[in-house]
């Protein structure tokens, strides 16, 4: 397993503003992938993040509004740009580990909760 | 393309009686299966997982899971609810082309006293 912590937990914000988030992980992980959660939704997947490379944004998020951060193998960053009512969610941090193809696990961070008003 | 159905969106059950939360998929190729827990204004804990192998899955804090390739299920169970295991319950599924994990859209929990 993997001890995943975020900062910050929660934080309210003004429209216009941007918000980083920080995910640190207690081992060394290849794979890192940010998730946001609407109110009352499922997870959405926003991007993976690997270090050493650019990060792969899904269907519906670009880099300009949620740049990510992959310095190394303990630490990712995800942005919220230019915020909106709409960004209002939470936002978590996953680690995958176990060896690949074969008994791969994601854990998850506890969350940053987003208000923006 | 794969996905995952939780029909319920909340299930109700008496403390000690015993709960099955539903959960079914479909994904090319071999599924990689699993179920998260999101208690109130917490992060996803993994609860268990299937790989391969045995088709009964026990996990984390007496829960269970059972693989049922024909009909494409893997329902949660756990003998005996306790009032403590109210929270959001999350199937998830991995494999086909893409190896994304894609979770299902939440079933609550409430066990009552």
């Known amino acids: 397993s993997a001890v995943i912590s975020q900062k910050p937990s929660r934080d309210i914000c003004q429209r216009g503003t941007s918000l980083t988030i920080q995910c640190q992980v207690d081992?060394?992980?290849?794979?890192m992938f940010w998730y946001r959660q609407q109110p009352g939704q499922s997870l959405t997947l926003i991007a993976t993040?690997?270090?050493?490379?650019?990060?792969?944004?899904e269907s519906g998020f670009v880099i300009d509004k949620f740049p990510i951060s992959r310095p190394n193998l303990t630490f990712s960053t995800l942005t919220v740009s230019n915020m909106s009512p709409e960004d209002s969610s939470i936002y978590l941090c996953?680690?995958?580990?176990?060896?690949?193809?074969?008994?791969?696990?994601?854990?998850f961070g506890p969350g940053t909760r987003l208000l923006v008003l | 393309a794969q996905s995952v159905a939780q029909p319920e969106d909340q299930v109700n059950v008496a403390e000690g009686n015993p709960l099955t939360v539903k959960c079914t998929y479909s994904?090319?190729?071999?599924?990689?299966l699993f179920w998260y827990v999101q208690y109130p204004n917490r992060g996803l804990q993994f609860l268990l997982k299937?790989?391969?192998?045995?088709?009964l899955v026990k996990g984390s804090y007496g829960f269970e899971a059972e693989f049922n390739k024909s009909q494409t299920s893997f329902h949660l169970k756990k003998p005996s609810a306790l009032v403590s295991d109210s929270a959001l319950y999350f199937c998830?599924?991995?494999?086909?082309?893409?190896?994304?994990?894609?979770f299902g859209t939440g079933t609550l929990l409430a066990v009552q006293p």
């Open positions: 998830a599924v991995k494999g086909g082309a893409t190896n994304k994990l894609i």
């Open positions: 081992s060394q992980v290849t794979m």
């Open positions: 996953s680690v995958e580990t176990g060896r690949r193809g074969y008994q791969e696990t994601q854990y």
């Open positions: 994904v090319s190729g071999n599924p990689y």
């Open positions: 299937y790989i391969t192998g045995d088709n």
């Open positions: 993040a690997n270090q050493g490379s650019e990060a792969t944004y």
